[in-house]
């Protein structure tokens, strides 16, 4: 008994259908989505599974386990536990598993040109990385456990669009749907050479909002990190919107919260206790030879290339401060300081116009944004009132 018919009830009156792979195998699950289509949902059942190869979606389907540690998803080879290669226009879902020991690359793997993929209510440990999003993808990442997920847990490694993103106008992409949002997801790093929440180059754009991070001993590097226009890429960072996240960190190595290396954006409203209680903004360019096109002083000039020039910074709590606010600094190192400047490049104030995207995504729920299962960020709201 594979599959059952059942009608959603939504105006246009689509038939759907439920299929129900026969276990957590990646044979009885990949069967099971091969026989769906766009709109149709494969129920997955408590188990654990170790496969040698990933799971595909390709299709608009959604891809539901039993819950967080009920449907258990490992790959005993390199690859990742599933590949989500979706298609502008479609809606996927992955929801309801953990995904442990993946050894290489990641847990879930997104590649195409889906803009409204959701991964929600999945539990990363022990991964070498957790989710990746490789194309002209975007969508929302939410109500996700992390837990020594990796050296990069969410790894945005390609906006899509290379050099076109930095055709448009800052004020046009934040904001708005086009990027990959992060939102009430729970990180813990407790294990040396786990690294960032998150990371990210070549365009990207994203938004890390209402999240919790902590990390003790030295198992988290920076929490939030970026890369700018250097060696792995060329082309760098685009947008990022951190605000609203919580980050508890206490090691005894003394890291920014925020490693900020090329792009534009905002950062704001966010609660930081710890040892890792300051922002740096650093440009490789303006000081790392190895860079692609060498030292920005030796060619353009300022600004480098996808530099930094207009990110805006404010309200960011940090308790251990004498003033209660998180510091910012700026690499000492080359031509830092001269091509990254402040009320120039980046502004300690609140970005004039800017209003956040819609919270919760719209894409939270069915996928269509009715029925939403949403946090409304009550804890970390809590939070700020009661140390401000």
């Known amino acids: 008994m594979m599959l059952l018919g059942t009608l959603l009830c939504c105006p246009d009156l689509v038939l759907a259908t439920t299929f129900y792979a026969q276990s957590c195998s990646q044979t009885n699950i990949q069967t099971a989505i091969d026989s769906s289509s766009n709109g149709d949902t494969v129920i997955v059942p408590a188990g654990t599974c170790t496969s040698a190869t990933a799971i595909t979606l390709n299709q608009g389907a959604t891809l539901q386990g039993a819950g967080k540690d009920l ?9 990742s536990v599933i590949v989500l290669d979706g298609t502008d226009g479609e809606l996927p879902r992955i929801t309801g598993f953990t995904i442990d020991g993946v050894s290489e690359t990641y847990g879930i793997y997104v590649q195409g040109d889906c803009k409204t993929f959701r991964i929600d209510n999945i539990k990363f440990t022990g991964t070498a990385g957790a989710i990746k999003t490789d194309g002209y993808t975007y969508g929302v990442i939410d109500s996700c456990t992390f837990i020594n997920a990796g050296a990069e847990q969410i790894d945005v490694a390609d906006g899509g669009d290379g050099s076109n993103a930095w055709s448009y106008d800052i004020d046009d992409i934040l904001g708005t749907a086009n990027a990959v949002y992060i939102e009430d997801c729970y990180f813990e ?7 960032n929440a998150i990371d990210s180059n070549v365009g990207a754009r994203w938004v890390f909002r209402y999240n919790e991070v902590t990390g003790t001993n030295d198992g988290l590097l920076m929490p939030i990190e970026n890369h700018g226009y250097c060696m792995q890429s060329n082309h760098g960072t685009r947008s990022i919107e951190v605000y609203e996240n919580t980050f508890t960190i206490d090691y005894t190595d003394y890291n920014p919260v925020m490693k900020i290396r ?12 710890g040892t890792f209680d300051w922002i740096q903004l650093n440009n490789y360019r303006s000081w790392n030879e190895g860079c692609a096109g060498g030292l920005c002083s030796d060619n353009e000039g300022y600004p480098c290339q996808d530099q930094t020039t207009e990110l805006y910074i404010w309200d960011n709590y940090a308790p251990s401060r004498p003033d209660s606010l998180l510091p910012i600094s700026v690499y000492d190192g080359g031509d830092c300081r001269e091509h990254i400047q402040e009320d120039r490049d980046f502004f300690l104030e609140e970005k004039s116009g800017y209003t956040p995207y819609t919270y919760p995504h719209p894409l939270r729920g069915d996928g269509n944004g009715n029925g939403q299962e949403a946090g409304d960020g009550s804890m970390l709201k809590m939070r700020r009132r009661q140390y401000n």
Do not use: C, K, T
Not at 71 to 79: D, E, I, P
Not at 189 to 195: P, W
């Open 189 to 195: 790093s407790d294990a040396e050479g786990n690294g």
């Open 262 to 273: 090329g792009g534009d954006g905002v950062i704001y409203d966010n609660n930081v206790f």
């Open 71 to 79: 449907s258990l998803l490992s790959l005993s080879a390199s690859g």
